[in-house]
């Protein structure tokens, strides 16, 4: 059967509140970083991206944020709606051409 | 926008069986594309990478003979489940690259269930 695995951190929001999801990485080669969505049976879809150079990068609504210092990124969505509940994925490159995913976060939103 | 087409959506097969998956770059020549593995509640596992007209890369502990990759063209690369069992049983990603500094495109995925 298939393998058993830990269960996604859940994050429950309001709507119109704002939310962080965060991810720590450990490759100090990485230099690409992408913020996924994934609604359930689909394939992951890009939200935002950011380079190793910038520390921040807006979007409509979401917001990037990239620390290197301690290995961390986090997303901000702001005023999030029921469509915005799904499993959130960081990944990055590690300075090659493979993309790794992180483990993923659930958002749930509640009315 | 880049958009990567992926086929069969839904397979369901019997034990012992192999499974073709497509994946299609549409508007775009992908140089590189990956294949992912995706358990319930769990992240995207990377299987492999491949290059046009090159062997493909595969990450440690996935069986080379067992999940087959071909990748003939620049728009199409497929992924072959050979001797299919329950426990190959997942959710199978793909993605599309056109190149070093182009982002990633990802297909919407097959839901393999193995009987």
């Known amino acids: 059967g298939e393998s058993v695995g830990l269960h996604l951190p859940t994050l429950s929001v309001q709507e119109g509140d704002n939310s962080i999801i965060n991810c720590a990485y450990s490759n100090s080669a990485s230099d690409y970083f992408i913020w996924y969505k994934q609604e359930s049976g689909k394939g992951p879809q890009f939200i935002i991206d950011i380079r190793s150079n910038m520390d921040k990068r807006q979007g409509q609504r979401v917001t990037v944020l990239l620390n290197k210092t301690v290995k961390h990124l986090s997303l901000q969505i702001a005023a999030t709606q029921p469509g915005d509940s799904a499993v959130y994925f960081c990944?990055?490159?590690?300075?090659?051409?493979?993309?790794?995913f992180g483990t993923g976060t659930q958002l749930k939103v509640e009315l | 926008g880049a958009v990567v087409s992926q086929h069969p959506s839904r397979v369901i097969c019997k034990s012992g069986t192999s499974v073709k998956i497509e994946c299609r770059s549409l508007d775009f020549q992908a140089t590189t594309m990956f294949w992912y593995r995706q358990f319930p509640k769990q992240s995207l596992m990377l299987m492999a990478t491949?290059?046009?007209?090159?062997?493909?890369?595969?990450e440690q502990g996935v069986e080379k003979d067992k999940f087959l990759i071909n990748h003939a063209s620049l728009t199409l690369s497929t992924l072959t489940v050979t001797s299919a069992h329950p426990e190959d049983s997942s959710f199978y990603i793909c993605s599309a690259r056109r190149g070093m500094g182009y982002g990633y495109t990802f297909g919407s995925g097959t839901r393999l269930t193995v009987v």
């Open positions: 990944a990055e490159t590690g300075g090659g051409n493979k993309l790794t």
């Open positions: 491949s290059n046009e007209g090159s062997k493909a890369t595969y």
